[in-house]
């Protein structure tokens, strides 16, 4: 089945430990994106891949790192999260973002405390 | 900066009406535009991608039109049903960035 997977689902931690969202897809995409949902604020683009070793910064990367060392796999880091990224995070993957439909994960939640 | 707005925010309407929801950009340096859904606690799911180029699409009882010279978007909806409960969420691209707007939250009622 075509997908896009995200781990964890949930997560709850605190202000300063490191952690990692694994986001993979099985369809081949060359393209690769990371959002936040925000209530009053919508989903805003962190980070986006055209393909890999290439990756650019969205509206809000701040905090926010990522890498591309394989076409199926776009992790997010947060180095150091902090209470202001505690948010609903979705990976997103697409052939060609000009030309194609965009496919979403079902979504982290991250609480930072 | 780009910035995209839906109106209205919210609608009810009894089921089998006809709908429209609104999208409106301000920066027409686009390469598509796309209609998603999103259901309460759920990830996205795409509807309809028009391209720059493109004036409309449609799937099923659904049809987007895009006008680009105005900066806007429509997504029709006919026959609506209470499965088509949702946030509707239009998004703009640009190469690699995508816009969204903050969405449309449908209600229909049996």
């Known amino acids: 089945e075509a997908q896009v997977t995200q781990n964890p689902r949930y997560l709850i931690t605190v202000t300063g430990k490191k952690l990692t969202v694994t986001c993979s897809q099985n369809?081949?995409?060359?393209?690769m994106s990371w959002y936040r949902q925000d209530p009053g604020l919508g989903l805003r683009q962190i980070y986006y891949?055209?393909?890999?070793?290439?990756?650019d910064k969205g509206d809000v990367p701040e905090g926010y790192k990522v890498s591309r060392k394989e076409k199926r796999n776009f992790p997010l880091i947060l180095e150091s999260p902090s209470p202001n990224q505690t948010s609903l995070y979705f990976c997103?993957?697409?052939?060609?973002?000009?030309?194609?439909?965009?496919?979403f994960g079902p979504g982290t939640r991250l609480t930072v405390l | 900066k780009q910035e995209v707005t839906q109106i209205p925010a919210a609608l009810s309407v009894p089921e089998g009406e006809n709908l429209v929801l609104n999208c409106s950009f301000t920066?027409?340096?686009?390469?598509?535009l796309q209609w998603f859904r999103q259901d309460p606690g759920k990830g996205l799911t795409s509807l309809l991608l028009?391209?720059?180029?493109?004036r409309e699409q449609t799937s099923g009882r659904l049809n987007a039109s895009l006008d680009k010279s105005s900066g806007r978007s429509t997504l029709y909806i006919a026959a609506s049903q209470p499965g088509d409960s949702a946030t509707y969420l239009c998004?703009?691209?640009?190469?690699?960035?995508?816009?969204f707007g903050q969405g449309t939250t449908l209600q229909v009622k049996p």
């Open positions: 997103a993957s697409s052939f060609r973002p000009r030309a194609d439909t965009q496919y």
């Open positions: 369809m081949n995409h060359e393209y």
């Open positions: 891949s055209m393909n890999v070793e290439v990756t």
């Open positions: 920066d027409s340096a686009i390469y598509n």
């Open positions: 028009i391209q720059s180029s493109q």
């Open positions: 998004a703009v691209g640009n190469t690699g960035k995508l816009i």
